[in-house]
């Protein structure tokens, strides 16, 4: 008896956590935390009147959700992560999806699709690391490869796979980490620019921002042999340790209205193509297929934090 009554507590809290929860606790308020890192979070301006990647997708769904109260909070990454462990009624709209949730994030449907992660260098590295670890990019044999600093945001963190590559390099241990509180991105970019750093990692469209708007402009990026997947799923992810089960009821409205009016929006396709197809060119095929008209998860998509 007793068994069975500890069984039937364990299935309620179980359903409580992950959708079932009761509704006597309504959000009031959604949180929507954003850092200063362009091209996905940015002012507008003559050159993005759409703002940043993932700018028109918080904006059209803070008008379609009108039934509770919405803020925008600009912070550091540092600062993100604090609010998602701590568990604040909080919403990001720019990580990577995961089919279900973690300890930190629970995810909407996916909302995009990005071209995989690639190693960013310069223009006068990228035919000499070429020649030594391949193209594709080995990245395994580039992160043992003592000859070449690399660096990263201090916060910034990939698909899965490529985290536990880093984590278990020793070139990893040594890496110089940025820990800029104004734009992380930018300060990794800055120092690679310079020579201060000889390679890090990201999206091949960070380096075509750099180049297109900045000063910047000797960033290539190059393929990496051990993520041979064709994109990554993006999502809106939201704090599973907030109360009352925020998460859950959050992105119940949240993906109503992505389903109703967001994704399929003129204005919310055109931001994405403006950022992404430059060094995507199959955006539009996948955005069709995975976004607009999902048939079943894909083997080649990466569904797995932060942008």
């Given amino acids: 008896m007793l068994r069975n009554v500890i069984l039937f507590f364990g299935v309620l809290g179980a359903l409580m956590r992950y959708g079932y929860a009761d509704n006597t606790h309504p959000i009031e308020e959604i949180v929507w935390l954003q850092s200063y890192t362009p091209p996905f979070h940015m002012d507008k301006d003559s050159h993005a009147p ?34 998602l462990n701590e568990g604040d009624n909080v919403c990001f709209p720019c990580v990577i999806h995961k089919k279900t949730a973690n300890g930190v994030l629970q995810f909407s449907t996916p909302t995009t699709v990005y071209p995989p992660f690639s190693v960013l260098t310069t223009q006068k590295l990228a035919p000499e690391i070429h020649a030594k670890h391949g193209s594709p990019i080995k990245l395994i044999h580039l992160l043992s490869d003592e000859q070449y600093v690399y660096g990263q945001a201090a916060a910034r963190k990939f698909t899965s796979k490529i985290n536990k590559i ?28 310079r020579g201060f750093l000889d390679y890090t990692i990201d999206y ?104």
């Fill in 50 to 83: 759409q703002g940043g990647i993932c700018d028109n997708l918080t904006e059209q769904l803070i008008n379609s959700i009108d039934d509770v109260k919405h803020t925008r909070l600009i912070v550091p990454q540092e600062r993100i992560n604090k609010h």
């Fill in 204 to 307: 091949p469209f960070m380096g075509d921002y750099f180049v297109n708007h900045s000063k910047f402009k000797n960033i290539v990026s190059l393929p990496i042999e051990e993520d041979p997947r064709e994109f990554v799923l993006g999502a809106i992810g939201c704090a599973v340790r907030a109360p009352n089960d925020f998460a859950t009821k959050a992105l119940n409205k949240i993906n109503k209205a992505l389903h109703k009016q967001v994704l399929q929006s003129p204005a919310y396709i055109h931001s994405q193509r403006f950022w992404l197809e430059q060094s995507f060119p199959q955006f539009t095929k996948h955005y069709q297929q995975q976004i607009l008209n999902p048939i079943a998860p894909a083997s080649s998509a990466i569904t797995s934090r932060s942008n």
């Fill in 166 to 193: 880093i984590e278990n390099t020793t070139v990893y241990h040594k890496a110089s980490l940025s820990w800029s509180s104004e734009n992380e991105s930018q300060a990794v970019i800055a120092r690679l620019s």
